[in-house]
């Protein structure tokens, strides 16, 4: 069956570390977005891409980057880790045709 | 800019019927998906309405106005594993990508 999947589902690291959150779906969607979801805010929108070498910013993109390099896998890059990063992290992907996301089980990152 | 409003919080008893709200103003308008996400967990799809009226699917149901701007997610025979937070999620017009709202945590008790 196809899925998405997130590694890893849990991560602490430390003020200013890089981290690297992997996303792979194998639905063979051409879309794919990052959200971060935080208490009183809801979903936010960090990047999306709509294919292969196609990256674009969200709403809450400062600090983070994405590349795509294939159909399967959108990674989400902190390039300096903050506090105000600590936040579940949730991929999603969506058939251009239907639009109906299909999300990842997600990554809690604490940023201490 | 988009501006999504839906109650924060609801209760309702286990068999009852419950509507959730959700008012939204869009540049344009494609769509409009309801998730439900329980604590913990991924969001999952519900429902997505494009024209007016009300689409039924099992003991869900969902009923949009475009004029109004306004949409509802109804649930029937309510069971406890119903108790999750309910996403209203309007897509733009032009966009592959819904905006959500912040959720309606709903607690379903016996």
């Known amino acids: 069956d196809a899925e998405i999947t997130q590694s890893p589902r849990h991560k602490i690291t430390e003020t200013g570390r890089q981290v690297t959150l992997a996303c792979h779906q194998t639905w063979n969607h051409n879309n794919m977005f990052w959200y971060r979801q935080d208490l009183g805010h809801g979903l936010r929108l960090i990047h999306y891409s709509y294919g292969v070498q196609d990256t674009n910013k969200g709403e809450v993109s400062d600090g983070y980057s994405v590349s795509r390099s294939n159909t399967e896998d959108l990674p989400l890059t902190l390039e300096s880790a903050a506090s105000s990063q600590t936040s579940v992290y949730f991929c999603?992907?969506?058939?251009?045709?239907?639009?109906?996301?299909?999300f990842g089980p997600g990554t809690r990152l604490t940023v201490l | 800019g988009q501006n999504i409003d839906q109650p924060t919080e609801m209760t309702a008893t286990e068999g009852a019927i419950v509507q959730i709200n959700c008012t939204y103003q869009t540049s344009g308008f494609n769509g409009l998906f309801w998730y439900q996400q329980h604590a913990g967990e991924a969001p999952t799809f519900l429902s997505y309405?494009?024209?007016?009226g009300l689409e039924e699917k099992g003991r869900f149901s969902s009923f949009l106005s475009r004029s109004k701007g306004y949409s509802y997610l109804l649930l029937k025979e309510l069971q406890m594993k119903d108790s999750a937070s309910y996403l209203c999620a309007p897509l733009s017009g032009g966009s592959y990508i819904p905006t959500f709202g912040r959720g309606t945590s709903l607690i379903v008790h016996p």
């Open positions: 309405n494009v024209l007016d």
């Open positions: 999603a992907s969506s058939d251009p045709d239907r639009n109906e996301q299909f």
